[in-house]
């Protein structure tokens, strides 16, 4: 049976709600077929901290072996599900984090290289997103904050094994973007909660990724 971990981080910035954290808690237990592959799924919260998430990721791949991991976070402003292509090795924080650290220009791994690629069916999972009639697109960057962090931090200690890694950046949840003046774009939480499953069940079935023009809006 392969394993699938799957990440959330804690609510940051003084929100009481993270919906990376929603979506994927409500898929722990979770356990299918795909691909002729028998799978499960784990599911663990990160803090939102430099530093701590990328030791705490890798403790849970250490601990659980999983054969695909999928670390999630939120991008408020986003008005779709955004499956991220390239990670890079630079903190460069707006805001501070939940530790009130809020690193500038700083390398996440001294003797890492400048980026990572996700090693997921980048392709393939949005095709498979919008066939499903959801709001997705393969993203061109992560940020430069926790989410950024997490996903350099995950390809970095992943490198050379045979685990299919990745990011994936959710909008905000409709009763987030209700509290807030500027009204920014939100998505319901089912409809997050299909784009992490599809994106599990893609993964599991693909060997290739697809090859295809366009996909790409950020």
Known sequence: MKTVLLTGFEPFNKASINPAWEAVRALEGWQGEAGGHHF?????????????????????????????????????????????????????????????????????????????????????????MRAKGLIAGVSQTAGTFVCNHVFYGLMHHVAGQQIKAGFIHVPFLPEQAAARPDAPPSMALEQIVAGIRTAVEVTLQTGEDVVEAGGATH
Not at 52 to 69: F, Q, R, T
Not at 72 to 90: D, H, K, L, T, Y
Not at 119 to 127: C, D, G, M, S, Y
């Open 40 to 128: 499960r799924v784990e599911v663990r919260q990160l803090p939102c901290v430099f530093g701590d998430a990328n030791e705490a990721i890798a403790a849970m791949v250490n601990e659980l072996h999983p054969d695909v991991v999928i670390a999630v976070g939120q991008a408020g402003g986003r008005a779709e599900i955004s499956v991220e292509r390239v990670a890079i090795n630079v903190d460069d924080a707006s805001i501070l984090d939940n530790d009130g650290q809020q690193p500038v220009d700083a390398r996440i791994a001294e003797d890492g290289p400048a980026a990572y690629f996700s090693t997921l069916p980048i392709k393939a999972i949005v095709r498979a």
